[in-house]
């Protein structure tokens, strides 16, 4: 038996698919990331996230979850030799990303921030329970709390009872058990230029997150803006990618290695995907497809064959 949702969480949309579980777990996942929401969202001014950016140079108390993020945050930045930053706060900022994407405008940006970088700087005291971040440096958790909240959320899924699970937050997807046909999990990669889909993929068992400038866009037609944000310059990155996809052993891993790709650009992309022991796709601005050499392993032949095979490397 299969049952699925959609929902508005995270400002974006979330497709939960629970395989032979109560129908209680549906409106579980819903209340389940609505509490992380309620912990992580920067929009929040009671958030945890919100209150340990307020007290910045000093221990902030935050939950084991929050805490949780936070170090895989700076685990992610470190790896990736800091092409993925959680202190971009103040850059996003500088680009007009103030406040929730539904009620951004077109008008020109009207927030400043004097925010810095600095996750090298972050504290973190796992027995304490705290989380301190350099003064004048911002906590955003965009780029691994989506991911990390499809983690989260189909292990709690599973342990509630589920014989499978599939949550998908804002394109950041994590499945696990059985699939609703009984085998592996089968997962479109959408063409951030539309049509049919870049490639499928097959998985018993893991994340598939992307991260694109296509959709998340704001600003005048001279002067479009995105939440993609290049650590080393402070501004929405200008590089030759159009969407990144990941395959990884967790979705925030996923997420995170998309992001940096992204941010790296094709060819370096790909190198810095394979280097991290990960798989991925990335489209370019043109629409052709680039990929590690062992991205094949989850494809499915099929509809997006023709375009595989033109794909470079």
């Known amino acids: 038996m299969e049952a699925e949702t959609t929902f508005r969480a995270m400002g974006s949309d979330v497709h939960v698919i629970v395989v032979d579980g109560s129908p209680r777990l549906l409106e579980t996942a819903r209340e389940f990331v609505d509490d992380l929401e309620d912990g992580w969202s920067r929009f929040r001014p009671n958030s945890e996230i919100s209150r340990m950016n307020a007290v910045a140079g000093f221990p902030a108390r935050v939950s084991a979850a929050t805490l949780a993020l936070v170090q895989r945050a700076v685990e992610g930045a470190r790896v ?33 921030s004097s925010l810095g970088f600095g996750y090298e700087g972050i504290e973190i005291d796992p027995v304490r329970s705290t989380v301190t971040l350099p003064w004048g440096v911002g906590f955003d958790p965009g780029g691994i709390g989506k991911g990390y909240a499809a983690d989260l959320l189909v292990d709690e899924l599973l342990a509630r009872g589920a014989a499978g699970a599939c949550a998908n937050v804002g394109g950041d997807l994590r499945v696990a058990g059985r699939s609703p046909q009984g085998g592996s999990w089968v997962i479109d990669i959408d063409h951030p230029m539309g049509g049919r889909p ?24 001279d002067d479009r803006r995105h939440h993609m944000i290049d650590p080393s310059t402070g501004v929405p990155a200008t590089g030759n990618v159009a969407s990144a996809t990941v395959v990884a052993a967790e979705a925030w891993e996923a997420e995170v290695a998309a992001k940096a790709a992204f941010i790296a650009g094709v060819h370096r992309g790909v190198r810095l995907l394979e280097s991290l022991k990960t798989d991925g796709l990335l489209i370019d601005l043109r629409g052709s497809l680039h990929r590690t050499s062992g991205f094949d392993r989850f494809a499915l032949r099929g509809a997006a064959d023709e375009a595989l095979e033109e794909a470079t490397r």
């Open 198 to 221: 870049a490639a499928t993929v097959s998985l018993r068992s893991g994340p598939v997150a992307t991260s694109s400038r296509m959709r998340r866009t704001w600003g005048r037609k």
């Open 80 to 112: 990736t030799g800091g092409r993925y930053d959680p202190t971009v706060l103040g850059a996003v900022l500088r680009a007009g990303y103030y406040r929730t994407f539904e009620l951004l405008t077109d008008e020109p940006p009207r927030a400043s």
